[in-house]
Each structure stands twice: as C-alpha cells, then as structure tokens.
C-alpha cells in the first residue's frame, strides 16, 4: 500500500482482556518498529524488526507485550491481560533501510483505552 | 537525565516570526537526528533529518546541529498558523543504534 497502515484505529478493552494490534507496513520496507505514545510524551520505543528477525525488543514494559512478524511483512503486537497503565497510542513505523538511520513512515497508529 | 530533552514551551510566536525549537541529547555515540511534526490527533511525521555539524535548510525550515555541544534546532521562518503542532526531536545510532529515541516534544502555537 501507499502508506502504513494500523488497525483497529480505536480499541477499548476491558482489564484483562487481551488485545492484538496489527500493522502493515509499506511494501517492501524492511525495518519494522513498535511505539507506545502516552498522551502528552514522546513516542517511546518498544520493538524492531529487520524482515521477520525481531533485532531489539528492549523496550516491551514486560512480559505481557509480545510481537512477531512472521513473514516480514505484517506485524501484530499483542499486550495480555491488559492493565490501565497500557492505555495509550500505539505507533507502528517502517523504514526501508537496515536500520532506522534515514528517519521512518509513521501508521496512524491505534488508540488502546483499557477501562 | 533523558537521552533527549526538548525545551518544555508550549512556544508561541506570532504570524511572520521565526520559531526557534530546541533540543540537546545525552548519547555522543548519536548520528542522526530527525525533527517530526505531530498535528494533534495524528501520527508523527518526518520534516527534516540532520547528520552532519552544521546548518541544513529546506524551505521555511532549518536544522542546525553542534555535536560537540550535543545539540540540536529546528528554525521555523515565516511561521504559519498551519505550522502549529508538536515538534519531535529524535536521535539515532550510539546506545540508539537502529531505532530512533525521541524527546517529549514541544508544542508550538503560531498565532495571527
């Protein structure tokens, strides 16, 4: 596709539940990234992807935030049992490049409300 | 200490006035800085990318980068109303090295 693309655009979860957030990145990009951007804050790193090979995932606040991207392409984020503290938006983001040195191409993300 | 700080603002500068946006980073392993605009509601998007020391201009915009002073600006001249939003700075390579760190941003209003 011509862009990033990120669904849902809006999720509401219920604590506890579990949450899958997918994103597609621009056709042939190869780097992959995952963000959580609190409102008010900066975008804050959780994982990279180089093709299907999850290079960094430094960044996941704990063992209930997991990501995979199987095939290269699309990627799904998926947070388990949800607590209020991951309300937030969550930006996917790719890059041609091995890395992300020359900048990346933001999706619209997904707004994750846990009520 | 942040690996990048922004000048907290929120800045407001009138219609026509150069904006002055600023940020300084922590890692001196750092080699690419890149400054996003973030319209509210929406995802960030790349305006300008820096990697040398000195000054890179694009249209209304210029970036200036010290790396000896870890610093890096963003000069917005004419400014626009449409120019209001966040503005992101970000820094990549050293302890950053494959994805980008980004600072808190700082909203910019431009006022008629």
């Known amino acids: 596709g011509a862009g990033v693309s990120q669904s849902p655009r809006y999720k509401v979860a219920k604590r506890g539940q579990d949450v899958a957030l997918r994103c597609d990145p621009i056709?042939?990009?190869?780097?992959l990234f995952w963000y959580q951007q609190a409102l008010g804050q900066g975008p804050e790193f959780l994982t990279y992807?180089?093709?299907?090979?999850?290079?960094?995932k430094s960044g996941l606040p704990s063992d209930r935030f997991f990501a995979e991207r199987p095939e290269g392409s699309v990627s799904t984020l998926k947070i388990q049992r949800t607590q209020q503290e991951d309300s937030a938006v969550y930006l996917c983001?790719?890059?041609?490049?091995?890395?992300?040195?020359?900048?990346?191409?933001f999706g619209s993300g997904t707004r994750l409300t846990v009520v | 200490q942040k690996e990048v700080e922004q000048n907290s603002g929120p800045l407001s500068v009138p219609e026509g006035a150069i904006a002055s946006l600023n940020c300084t980073y922590s890692d001196r392993g750092s080699q690419s800085f890149f400054w996003y605009r973030q319209y509210s509601g929406k995802s960030p998007e790349l305006i300008m990318f820096?990697?040398?020391?000195g000054d890179k201009e694009d249209g209304r915009f210029t970036a200036q980068l010290n790396k000896a002073s870890q610093y890096v600006s963003l000069l917005i001249r004419d400014s626009q109303p449409s120019d209001s939003a966040t503005y992101l700075c970000?820094?990549?390579?050293?302890?950053?090295?494959?994805?980008?760190?980004f600072g808190q941003g700082t909203i910019l209003t431009v006022h008629p």
């Open positions: 970000a820094v990549e390579g050293g302890t950053s090295y494959g994805k980008l760190t």
């Open positions: 983001a790719s890059s041609p490049l091995h890395r992300g040195q020359g900048g990346y191409t």
């Open positions: 992807f180089q093709n299907e090979a999850q290079l960094d």
């Open positions: 820096i990697y040398s020391n």
């Open positions: 056709s042939g990009h190869v780097s």
